[in-house]
Structure formats: C-alpha cells, structure tokens
C-alpha cells in the first residue's frame, strides 16, 4: 500500500495492477525455492530485480496513457500476467507453490517467528524511511509537481515521462519485495495474490490511510486487516461494514484516517 501511495498518492497515476508487482515478488522467491535456493540475499535481491523490470516495461508502455486509459491498461498488463502464472503447471498453475523451505539468512533462526518478526520490522521501517527520503527530496517535489500540473512541470523544462517513469519502477520494487516477504511467511504462493481484486484492496487501503500522506498506507493497510480479522469473527457478511467504512471516509473524511488525525 506504502508503494502504491507514491504512484497514486504523490504521483497521481492510478495504477490497476499494483498486486502483479507483489505476485511478481513473491513467485520469484517461490521459484527460486523450488530449485533449492532459500538464502534471503539472493531471494530478496532477485524479487527486487524482476518486479523492477516489469515495471519498467508496463511503465514505459502504459504512461505514454492518461486517465481511464492508464487504468485500464495497467488492469490488462496485471491480468495477463495472472493468467500467465495460472498456465505454469510446473509451478502449481491455479493451485500455487509451496516453498520447500523457509528463508534463510546467516547467524538467524527464521523459524522462530519472533525472530522473523523483527527482521521483517526492519526491511519494513528501512523501507518506509527510503520512501520518506524520496519524497521529501528534489525528485519526490518534482513528482508532486508533475501531479498537480503536468503541463506546466514540462515546460519549466523537467524530464516529466522520466520522474514519472522512475517513481513508477520504484513502487514495483518495493511491491515485489513485499511480495517476497508475504511467501516467506506463508510459505506459500499463488496468482490469486495478483487478481485485480487485490489491487482493488490496495488501492482501498491508500484511500482509508490518506492518498498522498507519507504514512497513509502503512494506516490504511493496518486498519482494514484488523478490521477484516475482527469483523470475520462475528459476520460472514464482513464487506458490508467495510464498505460503509469506505463510504463514511470519502463523504467525511477526504484525506483518509492519517488525515484526520493530523
């Protein structure tokens, strides 16, 4: 949520397809698993790596786009690679892969789950201090230029497709890292990870968090878990309240929970 807040939150680009770059992460761990390799500095690295250059693909193709088009074409370059996953048999297809083993990294025991715990906290509070350097840097003023007016940041002479370009690549990244991290802990995954609808949940956390608030995603995502997990315990029909939630923070609150509270 954290990465897609800097396309669509100080970049304005609606991306459709953020859940691909997570899918992206996360096969790349589990493919690497199967063929034996479990060490976190070459799992991590290799996420990072792929999830960036798809990212740069679709980002040169589809930001040549605006509005509905950009949504739209980003939407189609997620589901073909959700049903390219889905045609590979000797990965699990539609079933998934599990892992053969968990991450491995020197002198740690990631079995024990408190242990996974804080290495986890680290790459997230490392991450979200990168993002927090990147916005407040020249690059990141340029972005939220570019986001209130395109035209006139292009005529001050700012290389706009390439800023743009650039925050794109980087949400993928951190995307497919976070993809990474979640088949570590599951110890499994599969293309439902990167179904259109879980771009829908990214892009709902964003807008409950704060669209363009440094920590909007990090609160956005953190309250619809736990709302998700309290309401399933007591309703099957937990979508409703989630979704009057959605309906009462965009009439009353526009800047989402992190908005208010600041």
């Known amino acids: 949520a954290t990465s897609l807040n800097l396309v669509l939150g100080f970049g304005g680009m609606v991306s459709f397809g953020h859940a691909a770059y ?53 939407l189609a370059f997620a589901q073909m690679v959700f049903y390219l996953f889905i045609s590979l048999r000797q990965y699990g297809g ?27 906290l680290i790459v997230v509070v490392t991450c979200l201090w990168l ?50 991290l979640l088949a570590n802990h599951n110890l499994f995954v599969s293309p439902s990870l990167m179904h259109w609808t879980s771009s829908a949940s990214l892009i709902i956390m964003v807008i409950v968090g704060g669209i363009g608030l440094r920590y909007g995603g990090v609160v956005g995502a953190a309250v619809m878990l736990w709302l998700e997990e309290v309401l399933r315990l007591y309703t099957d029909y937990w979508h409703m309240p989630l979704g009057i939630l959605l309906l009462a923070i965009v009439l009353f609150a526009p800047r989402g929970l992190a908005g208010a509270w600041g």
């Open 131 to 180: 993002m927090n350097r990147v916005v407040q840097a020249r690059f990141g003023q340029a972005l939220q230029g570019i986001r209130e007016n395109e035209t006139r940041m292009e005529a001050l002479g700012y290389p706009v497709f390439k800023i743009k370009l650039l925050a794109f690549v980087l949400a993928g990244a951190v995307a497919g890292l976070a993809g990474a």
């Open 94 to 120: 539609e079933d998934g892969i599990n892992l053969s083993a968990p991450l491995q990294l020197p002198g740690l025991n990631l079995a024990d789950s408190t242990t996974a715990y804080y290495v986890v």
């Open 22 to 74: 997570l899918g992206i992460g996360g096969y790349a761990v589990g493919i690497l698993s199967a063929h034996g390799v479990s060490s976190g500095w070459i799992q991590w690295p290799v996420a990072l790596a792929v999830s960036a250059l798809y990212a740069l693909v679709i980002g040169a193709l589809s930001l040549r786009t605006r509005g509905v088009y950009f949504i739209m074409i980003t």
